[in-house]
């Protein structure tokens, strides 16, 4: 079945795939600090004065760190670089700093000729016409060409004006009445004046706070150095994460959460088994990292912040009682369908799932070839420090991949399963590979098959890929509505039966009735629903301990 593709056969190399990653995130902090030095002010001025000596064909004298741009005819020497304290250093090299000089190219040469006096040997050098004739008056110098190059902008290095508006002033004076406030008084600052979640009040108060208060002139004072030139978002980024820090971490978190656990209503019934609320805070953490570090480094960049929908999430949760209402990473029925499948599976509950354990998930639905690609961790590395065993956090993230499988996360997750050779391409080969036991269980279950040929020819239909039989992981993001199609054909059983029995008037329905609900908060309503009906009832009771 796999002629031409198994003596090919390809070992899985992880760290090729590392250093991809690796060169990607090194390329993207070059560039962020390359526009970060062009935004300088003195990058600003350096430019004009240097297309200034070029429109008036002066020589250049130019610092370079590397001989990149260097012709033969360029000389140089050794000397000393003054540079200003805003200005990057350079890398330390063995040849020390050099400066070299730069011919303009505006200026044309000519090879050098000799002298009229000089003699080559046994030969007259008789004089060129044009220096025998009346010397030519000596033109003018042209006129240096002004320039005006705009300064770049950058968000993260803009400058505002840190004076109050009116505005601003008189809102001043109402939530200071005098000079000093408490912390319950100081949420009002936080979430109206501020415009960011009052439960980071306490954080930002411990910072600011002198014997249990805060003056007026210390929180304006704060407020023009680290939140004038922010806005909302950005000043919940910078709330969170610790002061020397540029990212957020998964500690950062922790007081987030604590905070919330204390004092949000929809969390008060969690106040006497503290056991739960660590699992519900380690979830909703998961969660976050899941849909908003887009790299998997245990990171959140500003960047990552700004372009994800958590600052939403957490001004949604500061306003909504009712916490299951906040169905991005904050409902507690989502914590409670992912605890429970997880208990579900873990048998010995010793918080750790084998690959037997896990093969049980949904009935027997996934089919063995995959198990042995997420056991030998092709989707994604585990964080278990047991080997072989599967943490409580990569079983979220699997199952957040396996139930909403139109998001890029788990596009990435399951192309990575199918493509076995980890060269960005899923041929047919590694299709067929995966079918051949999807099918055998459909004959063995007494389900009509589908012939391979006619799945490959319906999925090219669907994905239209630029050459035939080869899916790169673009295909799916551009059609990721149907993106679950491809993938639970070849990977869950259940899926694909469903899927040739599905009732269009059923599916029609639920889109009707929940049109901003995701394949992940469908499943979760569903499954939170059976979880309730399971455990009101004696005979089937499913105890969460």
């Known amino acids: 079945m796999l002629e031409g593709k198994q003596s090919g056969e390809r070992p899985v190399k992880p760290i090729q795939h590392a250093n991809h990653i690796r060169y990607f995130l090194a390329k993207r902090k070059m560039d962020d600090l390359f526009m970060r030095w062009l ?21 250049i004298t130019i610092t370079a760190p590397t001989p990149f741009f260097i012709a033969p005819r360029l000389t140089h020497h050794v000397a000393t670089i003054q540079m200003s304290p805003q200005t990057p250093p350079r890398s330390p090299n063995e040849f020390g ?7 303009s190219p505006l200026v044309s040469e000519k090879p050098n000729r000799r002298s009229v006096d000089e003699k080559s040997p046994g030969h007259d050098s008789p004089k060129p016409p044009e220096e025998i004739a009346a010397p030519k008056t000596q033109k003018a110098p042209p006129q240096p060409i002004q320039v005006n190059v705009p300064q770049l902008f950058i968000p993260s290095v803009r400058q505002a004006n840190s004076d109050l508006t009116p505005e601003q002033q008189k809102q001043i004076n109402e939530l200071f009445p005098s000079d000093t406030i408490n912390a319950k008084d100081f949420e009002a600052v936080v979430s109206g004046f501020c415009g960011i979640p009052k439960f980071l009040s306490q954080m930002l108060f411990s910072k600011l706070e002198t014997r249990g208060m805060i003056t007026k002139s210390s929180f304006l004072q704060f407020w023009r150095s680290e939140f004038a030139a922010r806005n909302p978002r950005e000043r919940t980024f910078w709330a969170l994460k610790k002061k020397t820090a540029n990212e957020i971490d998964s500690d950062d978190f922790k007081p987030v959460m604590k905070i919330l656990l204390t004092s949000h209503p929809g969390l008060e019934f969690l106040a006497n088994t503290p056991e739960f609320q660590e699992r519900y805070s380690e979830t909703v953490v998961y969660r976050i990292f899941f849909a908003v570090d887009t790299n998997d480094d245990g990171r959140i960049s500003q960047r990552e912040f700004l372009n994800s929908n958590l600052f939403d999430a957490l001004m949604h949760v500061d306003r909504e009682e009712d916490i299951n209402k906040v169905r991005n990473y904050f409902s507690y029925e989502h914590f409670y369908v992912l605890y429970c499948k997880f208990w579900e599976l873990d048998t010995d509950h010793d918080f750790l799932i084998s690959k037997d354990d896990f093969s049980r998930y949904a009935g027997y639905t996934l089919s063995k070839k995959v198990l042995d690609r997420i056991f030998s961790q092709a989707p994604r590395k585990f964080r278990s420090k047991v080997e072989g065993k599967m943490s409580y956090e990569d079983f979220v993230w699997y199952l957040l991949c396996e139930e909403d499988k139109m998001t890029n996360r788990a596009i990435d997750y399951w192309f990575r399963v199918l493509d076995l050779d980890e060269n960005g391409i899923v041929t047919g080969f590694e299709l067929e590979y995966f079918y051949e036991e999807q099918k055998q269980r459909l004959e063995y279950l007494n389900h009509e098959s589908v012939l391979y040929e006619d799945v490959l020819c319906q999925m090219s239909d669907i994905f239209k890929p630029e050459k035939e039989i080869m899916f790169r992981v673009e295909h799916f993001r551009r059609q990721r509505t149907l993106a679950p199609i491809f993938f639970n054909i070849f990977t869950n059983l259940n899926k694909f039966v469903a899927y040739e029995q599905r009732d269009p008037f059923m599916l029609k329905n639920e889109a009707t009735e929940f049109p901003d609900y995701s394949d992940w908060d469908k499943f979760a309503q569903n499954e939170y629903s059976r979880l309730a009906m399971e455990e009101e009832n004696p005979d089937n009771q499913f105890e969460l301990e």
Do not use: M, N, Y
């Not at 700093?97 to 011919?103: A, C, E, N, R």
């Open 39 to 59: 935004s300088l002010p003195q990058t600003d001025e350096t430019i004009k004065k240097l297309l200034g000596d070029l429109a008036s064909r002066k020589e």
């Open 97 to 103: 700093s050099t400066v070299f000089h730069l011919v």
